[in-house]
């Protein structure tokens, strides 16, 4: 007799691979959990700075308000009296550029390059009267915005830590690392249920990460905008920024500052940029290169519609021409520039800020909004905002990372093998993508293969210690 088969039910059927969001969201919350992990800290410190640098302005001028405000006269002296004023307090050094009196009761700048004591990138600001004439003090300047010794500490407490080319990676690592960590984040908040964004109702490591993500949701396009600008500045992601728009002839257009005919030798004068060693030949009254008179070289430049504040650069020699320059750089911004020939008046030269390619005028109008300058006060609050949101977040992250770990310990880390979860279609393009960020920004490539590496490191060692226990407990002896 045949028995009857037995009935056994059939096994459910496996799990499709995932497609799309879901397949990507474990490799993205790994990549988010292990870059606030490691690159936290150095977020916070940019933070923090950025949040310093962002009050500075004004800080400065109340700290220097004896050398950058005067009571308002009827009538200003003529420039050149004002620059022999100044040379006659402080003789030593080049002169490097001048900077008239912007508006009523301002003072003028005369700067000088090559003073003992001051860094070679640096300046000796000596500060004018323009009504009388009268020597208001002297203080060390950096940087085309007319920084003095307040903002220039902070400023390279942010860029660098005043450690020099080595803090400069610190602030591209964190530069890079930004962008990456908002655009994950941002990802994972939108691929989260509409339920679990809900923050009202929630306690413990739900309400946190709820907090966390609602915060990071809002200011991700902030910081992605102060990742992508901060590394303009950056030596290696910087370079490669320059290079790439030289290649598409968008570089930033300069004044041709040579002599009439011949070409642009000295054209750097235009960008503002110191004479470093170039040794001026000064007239008797030894305030200006060869005694030339710049009330009319301003004039000239007036002539062309540059009004206040500009910034007359001398030439490097006596066969080049002077560069008067817009330098207001808040909205709307003033940045035309013309060679002027010191021995007719005659302008030999003109650019026009209009006139920019359009990757020029980003940067600048990019630069200026990272740095304060661009709107103003209103510019300033939102930058401290940013700044105060990127503490909150880091806060809350590594309270999440302590939570996780149901406040004993930090948790563990998420677990690994996410990128075998993406499907070919996604993980090739996305593969390729990374390498060339990586080649192009090279402080997250070099980072993000040194996070990779150790992974697999740990990986294999846990590997190799759970097989030498399971070797062990199946030894009988």
């Known amino acids: 007799m045949s028995a009857e088969p037995e009935t056994v039910a059939a096994p459910p059927p496996p799990a499709g691979p995932r497609r799309g969001w879901p397949a990507l969201r474990p490799l993205l919350l790994r990549l988010h959990f292990y870059a606030g992990v490691f690159v936290a800290p150095f977020l916070l410190v940019a933070a923090f700075s950025g949040l310093l640098y962002a009050g500075s302005f004004q800080a400065e001028r109340i700290v220097y308000a004896e050398q950058l405000r005067v009571p308002a006269g009827e009538a200003e002296l003529p420039l050149t009296e004002q620059i022999a004023a100044a040379r006659a307090a402080h003789p030593e050094g080049e002169l490097n550029a001048v900077r008239p009196s912007p508006e009523s009761g301002a003072t003028t700048r005369v700067l000088l390059s090559g003073v003992d004591g001051i860094a070679a990138d640096h300046t000796l600001a000596v500060f004018v009267d323009p009504y009388t004439g009268e020597v208001r003090g002297a203080l060390e300047q950096y940087g ?157 430049a007036r002539s062309q519609g540059l009004t206040n504040p500009v910034e007359i650069l001398p030439p490097a020699d006596a066969e080049s021409a002077y560069v008067v320059r817009q330098i207001q750089r808040s909205w709307p911004e003033k940045q035309d520039a013309v060679a002027v020939d010191p021995s007719t008046g005659a302008v030999t030269d003109v650019v026009r800020f209009a006139d920019f390619p359009v990757l020029a005028k980003l940067s600048r109008w990019g630069i200026d909004l ?108």
């Open 370 to 477: 990272h740095t304060g300058v661009l709107f103003g006060l209103p510019n300033q609050i939102l930058l401290a905002a940013l700044a105060l949101s990127v503490i909150v977040l880091i806060v809350w992250g590594y309270r999440m990372w302590w939570l996780r770990g149901r406040g004993t310990a930090f948790g563990r880390p998420l677990p690994r093998g996410a990128w075998r979860q993406v499907p070919p279609a996604i993980g090739v393009p996305l593969i390729a993508v990374t390498v060339l960020v990586g080649w192009f920004v090279p402080l997250l490539g070099i980072s993000l293969l040194a996070f990779l590496v150790i992974d697999i490191a740990l990986g294999a060692l846990r590997r190799h210690r759970s097989g030498r226990r399971a070797t062990v407990s199946a030894d009988p002896g």
């Open 144 to 300: 085309s915005t007319g920084a003095l010794p307040l903002r220039t500490w902070i400023d390279k407490f942010h860029r660098d830590l005043h450690l020099g080319e080595t803090g400069r990676l610190y602030g591209e690592l964190a530069a890079s690392w930004l962008g990456v960590i908002a655009v994950a984040g941002l990802a994972l908040w939108f691929t989260r249920r509409r339920s679990a964004r809900t923050v009202r109702g929630t306690t413990g490591r739900r309400r946190v990460l709820g907090v966390h993500g609602t915060v990071g949701a809002w200011c991700a396009v902030g910081l992605i905008f102060l990742s992508a600008t901060g590394l303009t500045w950056s030596t290696y992601a910087g370079q490669n920024i320059t290079e790439l728009r030289t290649s598409l002839g968008q570089e930033t257009p300069v004044v041709d500052a040579g002599a009439a005919g011949g070409g642009g030798e000295h054209a750097e004068h235009g960008q503002g940029q110191g004479d470093g060693g170039h040794q001026h030949d000064h007239g008797a009254d030894g305030a200006t290169p060869g005694g030339v008179n710049l009330d009319i070289v301003l004039a000239a």
